[in-house]
C-alpha cells in the first residue's frame, strides 16, 4: 500500500474551498464537506468500487461510467462530480479520504474550531462526550468538533489527538509509560 501525500491532499481541498467559498459561501463550503466526507466513506465500506476505480487492468472508460453512474445514484453535485473526475484522470481517487479529511480541518479552522480523534476502548455516552468536549475545549481556548472511534487495546481510558499533539490517558499508554520508567530505573 502506497502512502497517501498530505500536501497533495491539502492542495486539493484548498483548491476546493476557495471554489466553494467563492460560489455559494458559507452554505456551498459546509454542503460540499458532507458531500466529500459521504462518498469518502462509500469508497471505504464498498472495497470493490474502490478497487475497481483504482484496478490498472479496467479501461478508464469503464471507470470513468461506473464513477458517473455511483456519482447520479447518489445525487452528487456537478463540484463533487467534477472532483471525482479529475482524480479519476489522474488516478488519484485513493486520495479522496485525505481530501475529505483535509478540507474538514480548512473548513473547521475558518470556522475558529480544531478538529480532535477521540480513542477510547469502549463507546463514549453522551454525557462522556459533552464532558470530554468541554475539557477539550477549556485547553484549546476553541470550539471542538470530535471524531470518536474504539480501540479495545488501550484497555481503558482516552487518546485524544489534537491540534498535532497527543493527549494519552489510556491504561495502556500508563502501562507503557511505567514500564519505560522501571527499565531506565538504575
Given at each position: 500500500?502506497?502512502?497517501?501525500?498530505?500536501a497533495?491532499a491539502?492542495?486539493?481541498?484548498?483548491?476546493?474551498?476557495?471554489?466553494?467559498?467563492?460560489?455559494d459561501?458559507?452554505k456551498?463550503?459546509?454542503?460540499?464537506?458532507?458531500?466529500?466526507?459521504?462518498?469518502?466513506?462509500?469508497?471505504?465500506?464498498?472495497?470493490e468500487?474502490?478497487?475497481?476505480?483504482?484496478h490498472?487492468?479496467?479501461a478508464?472508460?469503464?471507470?470513468?461510467?461506473?464513477?458517473?453512474a455511483?456519482a447520479?445514484?447518489?445525487?452528487?453535485?456537478?463540484?463533487?462530480?467534477?472532483?471525482l473526475e479529475?482524480?479519476?484522470?489522474?488516478?488519484?481517487?485513493?486520495?479522496l479520504?485525505?481530501?475529505a479529511?483535509?478540507?474538514?480541518?480548512?473548513?473547521?479552522?475558518?470556522?475558529?474550531?480544531?478538529?480532535?480523534?477521540?480513542?477510547?476502548a469502549?463507546?463514549?455516552?453522551?454525557?462522556?462526550?459533552?464532558?470530554?468536549?468541554?475539557?477539550?475545549?477549556?485547553?484549546?481556548g476553541?470550539?471542538?468538533?470530535?471524531?470518536?472511534?474504539?480501540?479495545?487495546?488501550?484497555?481503558?481510558g482516552?487518546?485524544v489527538?489534537?491540534?498535532?499533539?497527543?493527549?494519552d490517558?489510556?491504561?495502556?499508554?500508563?502501562?507503557?509509560?511505567?514500564?519505560?520508567?522501571?527499565?531506565?530505573?538504575?
Open positions: 500500500m502506497r502512502l497517501v501525500p498530505r497533495l491539502r492542495r486539493y481541498a484548498a483548491a476546493l474551498q476557495d471554489v466553494a467559498l467563492a460560489r459561501g458559507e456551498g463550503e459546509l454542503a460540499l464537506r458532507g458531500e466529500i466526507e459521504g462518498f469518502a466513506a462509500l469508497l471505504a465500506g464498498h472495497r468500487l474502490a478497487s475497481a476505480l483504482s490498472p487492468a479496467l478508464a472508460s469503464a471507470k470513468t461510467r461506473l464513477l458517473g455511483v447520479r445514484r447518489l445525487q452528487a453535485s456537478e463540484r463533487l462530480q467534477r472532483l479529475l482524480l479519476l484522470a489522474r488516478d488519484r481517487i485513493a486520495l479520504p485525505a481530501i479529511e483535509a478540507y474538514a480541518e480548512r473548513v473547521n479552522a475558518r470556522r475558529g474550531i480544531v478538529s480532535a480523534e477521540v480513542v477510547s469502549v463507546p463514549l455516552g453522551a454525557a462522556q462526550r459533552t464532558a470530554l468536549v468541554k475539557a477539550l475545549r477549556r485547553v484549546s476553541l470550539e471542538v468538533d470530535i471524531v470518536t472511534r474504539e480501540d479495545p487495546e488501550l484497555l481503558g482516552v487518546r489527538r489534537m491540534a498535532g499533539r497527543t493527549y490517558g489510556t491504561v495502556r499508554g500508563r502501562l507503557a509509560a511505567l514500564r519505560r520508567h522501571l527499565s531506565a530505573a538504575p
